[in-house]
């Protein structure tokens, strides 16, 4: 993104506005090789920005934001098979950020976007067991559905941690159900549906660690808030 030299050099921490445009008055700064000036702009990622001889490193603006996926949405950057994208919906952020974690193509719900690696990678990593709740929704009224679902421990590939299930509504064409999980093996939930002969009719994630999807609309993003960002580090 382009921008004005003395912005760049303050958000990479270098110095003040002030300073750096006095800085660029005495030609301490080079672009592309080439004396810059005052009010030139540069684009730092195309751009090689010098001062002093020294590569700038701009620091990236950290972004945490929360997407209410819709169905029909794979959890990718881009598809080669031409499918709508998650990312699409949050480009307007103006950031390139990342999903952590996935929902399937035909699941919905809270799915978090963020810059910050450290923390990506913090929240997907098994050994943090971080909880994933999720609001399911399965075809008939099935008097101990919870039960055999929570008995599920094991999938095709491998062992998996018990599931806390609990019923949240019976009726006679469906029962919804709460599911929360800590692990993220791809589809885990609809696999252990399917390893119960439960049939899925909806399945979307309302919370993840401390983040809750509340009201916000499918398809649409916020920013999330400093307290809840604090949260989200603070709890892992």
């Not at 540069?42 to 751009?47: F, G």
């Not at 709740?133 to 559905?145: F, K, N």
């Amino acid at each position: 993104m382009t921008e004005r030299l003395q912005k760049l050099m303050a958000a990479a921490g270098l110095c003040s506005r002030r300073t750096a445009e006095q800085w660029l008055e005495a030609g301490r700064v080079r672009v592309n090789g080439e004396p810059a000036r005052l009010g030139q702009k540069a684009d730092p990622d195309h751009d090689r920005i010098e001062v002093d001889g020294k590569p700038l490193h701009i620091r990236p603006q950290l972004v945490y934001l929360m997407l209410h996926k819709p169905r029909g949405y794979v959890t990718t950057l881009s598809d080669e098979l031409g499918r709508k994208t998650a990312a699409e919906l949050v480009a307007d952020c103006g950031v390139r950020v990342f999903p952590v974690g996935r929902l399937d193509k035909d699941s919905e719900g809270l799915l978090l976007f963020t810059n910050d690696g450290d923390l990506m990678q913090e929240l997907i990593h098994p050994r943090y067991e971080i909880e994933k709740v999720y609001r399911v929704t399965v075809s008939g009224r099935l008097p101990g559905a919870a039960e055999r679902l929570a008995a599920v421990d094991r999938l095709e590939d491998g062992p998996i941690l018990p599931a806390k299930v609990t019923v949240l509504e019976e009726k006679a064409d469906r029962t919804v159900l709460q599911v929360i999980i800590c692990q993220g093996k791809n589809r885990q939930i609809r696999r252990m549906c399917q390893s119960v002969d439960l049939n899925v009719l909806r399945l979307q994630r309302v919370q993840e660690h401390t983040l809750s999807l509340g009201n916000l609309k499918a398809g649409k993003w916020r920013y999330l808030t400093e307290t809840e960002v604090q949260q989200l580090k603070g709890g892992r």
